[in-house]
């Protein structure tokens, strides 16, 4: 069975940093290109920030370039996401997912597994 389980939300002031991380079971995590989502209060999903198998490719959405570095450790089966200067419109629930075919894709119908999310809140 396959599982993908995100941790290191919680409540942060804006400004401040939190890293989110995200581990896999059931699956050869090196086999996956792995995306972040999130999903802000009655808002759709949308794309975060994006890195390939290997980590050689990296992408993220325009208004996190700069505050948000994704990153992996095969390894360890973990990816990250590191949330610097964050914005009380960073406010939502995040999500990783995993796309077993090592293209990029900012289409969350492209992702094969989805963890359950974590929620970050940000105050002003």
């Known amino acids: 069975q396959v599982q993908l389980v995100e941790s290191g939300g919680g409540l942060v002031q804006a400004g401040g940093s939190l890293r989110l991380s995200c581990t896999a079971s059931?699956?050869?995590?090196?086999?996956?290109?792995m995306g972040w989502f999130r999903q802000a209060p009655g808002k759709e999903r949308e794309f975060v920030a994006f890195?390939?198998?290997?980590?050689?490719?990296?992408y993220y959405q325009d208004s996190v370039k700069g505050r948000f570095t994704i990153s992996r450790d095969n390894a360890k089966n973990l990816v990250y996401l590191q949330m610097n200067s964050l914005k009380p419109e960073d406010t939502a629930v995040y999500y990783c997912?995993?796309?077993?075919?090592?293209?990029?894709?900012?289409?969350?119908?492209?992702?094969?597994?989805w963890g359950q999310g974590t929620q970050v809140t940000v105050s002003s």
């Open positions: 890195i390939s198998k290997g980590g050689s490719s990296i």
């Open positions: 059931g699956l050869t995590f090196g086999n996956c290109a």
């Open positions: 997912a995993c796309r077993r075919i090592n293209q990029y894709s900012r289409d969350e119908t492209m992702y094969d597994y």
